[in-house]
């Protein structure tokens, strides 16, 4: 326990899910933790009490990843709340599972904004402030599909690809500031999971799931090492969490 004590931490995509189970640890950890959601403030509202109930500082913002203001706006308030800004986790995501000959132009802008675009907006608003520091932790989210393929998820898979790419990239050029940057990828039960499971059961005729899925709350504790010291060696690498 406490081993994030007095770190100011951001998870987007918070309102649910691994970001709900990763913002509810850190803050058992000891950490502050800024929680944000595109919409659903209700769920937001929810976690923020949680967290709250752990004994833990919060701070919940509706705010889209995808617009730099939007994110902009969130990293001053948190520094004008907390003074510093330690880790940043960039979760949120959409999944809209269609196969690739069915994918428009508008889905593929949509899901590499809210996953590639978003990742980059977060990352480079907290930059000037953990360089600052010269201390800092970022941990990105990639998926299954960008490493081994899947069905539907042609675009979710590009931008999950692409997130590696700036994981490793953003590692080699933030290392002289003391700041790591890792890359989860995670086979977590959640709401995203469960859809691409019932597209494969209803268009492909296939009834098992490629891989069994472990409980977020199972998942978080990778992120707290990468969001701790123990940490403080490691950077540009990508982590599988689950059953493969």
Not at 53 to 71: H, K, M, N, P, S
Request: hydrophobic fraction near 45%.
């Amino acid at each position: 326990m406490d081993r994030l004590k007095g770190q100011v931490a951001i998870v987007t995509g918070a309102s649910r899910g691994i970001g709900r189970a990763v913002a509810l640890c850190f803050a058992r950890e000891g950490a502050r933790v800024a929680i944000t959601a595109v919409a659903d403030r209700d769920a937001l509202e929810q976690v923020q009490g949680e967290i709250a109930a752990a004994g833990a500082d919060v701070l919940a913002t509706i705010a889209d990843v995808a617009r730099r203001a939007d994110i902009d706006g969130l990293v001053q308030g948190i520094v004008a709340k907390w003074g510093r800004i330690d880790i940043l986790v960039n979760n949120a995501g959409i999944l809209r599972i269609a196969p690739l000959e069915n994918i428009s132009e508008e889905r593929w802008d949509e899901t590499l904004a809210v996953h590639l675009k978003g990742t980059f907006n977060c990352t480079q608003a907290v930059m000037p402030f953990m360089k600052q520091q010269r201390k800092g932790k970022i941990i990105n989210l990639a998926a299954p599909s960008a490493l081994r393929g899947s069905y539907g998820v042609a675009d979710y898979a590009a931008a999950k690809g692409g997130i590696i790419a700036f994981t490793r990239n953003a590692a080699n050029e933030l290392k002289a500031y003391n700041i790591q940057v890792n890359c989860i990828s995670p086979t977590a039960d959640t709401r995203m999971t469960e859809a691409l499971t019932k597209f494969r059961r209803e268009q492909l005729g296939i009834a098992q799931r490629e891989r069994e899925f472990i409980s977020p709350d199972a998942i978080a504790p990778a992120f707290v090492f990468f969001a701790s010291s123990d940490s403080d060696y490691v950077s540009g690498q990508l982590l599988e969490v689950g059953r493969v």
